[in-house]
């Protein structure tokens, strides 16, 4: 798949993450929500549907389904799996060592720059988000470029790019 068209944010996932995740949202637009209906249609038969605690139970999972479905829809539809150059710039689908300023290598921390829903197929890294204040500050930027970007508390913070590595499913 190719980045996205659509008018709405794109969202980097890796080609395994949006296989993995095009496979669980086809098992709760079937099976899951096949479940949760049957259990509405059994809860209807018993009758008085207002102190039917078994009914609103399985409405509720219904909606929560399905709303957790919609996302999903909607991440999938508006993400792209482009493998990034390997050319040590920072973007969606690279793995991001950095160390604060000051700091000795040693203390360097590395995170994958993409979709927060690449958490799990992120081989135990950090995600962090482009919109991400550390994120969008390191977009676009270089192995060896020191960046400033504000923190949550208001304070300056400078890091320095240890490397830029392609993400590898």
Excluded at 55 to 84: C, K, M, N
């Amino acid at each position: 798949m190719t980045q996205s068209t659509d008018t709405q944010a794109t969202h980097w996932l890796s080609a395994g993450a949006h296989e993995a995740l095009t496979a669980q949202l086809a098992d709760m637009r079937g099976p899951q929500l096949t479940k949760i209906v049957a259990e509405i249609s059994a809860a209807r038969d018993e009758g008085d549907l207002k102190e039917n605690g078994g009914y609103h139970a399985a409405r509720e999972a219904q909606g929560r389904l399905v709303g957790e479905a919609d996302a999903l829809e909607v991440l999938l539809r508006t993400s792209f799996t482009d493998a990034p150059v390997a050319d040590g710039v920072v973007a969606p689908g690279v793995v991001v060592t950095y160390k604060f300023e000051g700091d000795d290598d040693d203390e360097a921390e590395t995170f994958l720059l993409g979709a927060i829903e690449m958490k799990p197929f992120a081989h135990g890294l950090d995600v962090f988000s482009p919109a991400a204040p550390l994120g969008a500050a390191l977009l676009g930027h270089t192995a060896g470029d020191t960046v400033s970007y504000t923190g949550p508390t208001g304070r300056e913070i400078k890091v320095q790019i240890v490397s830029a590595k392609p993400f590898e499913d």
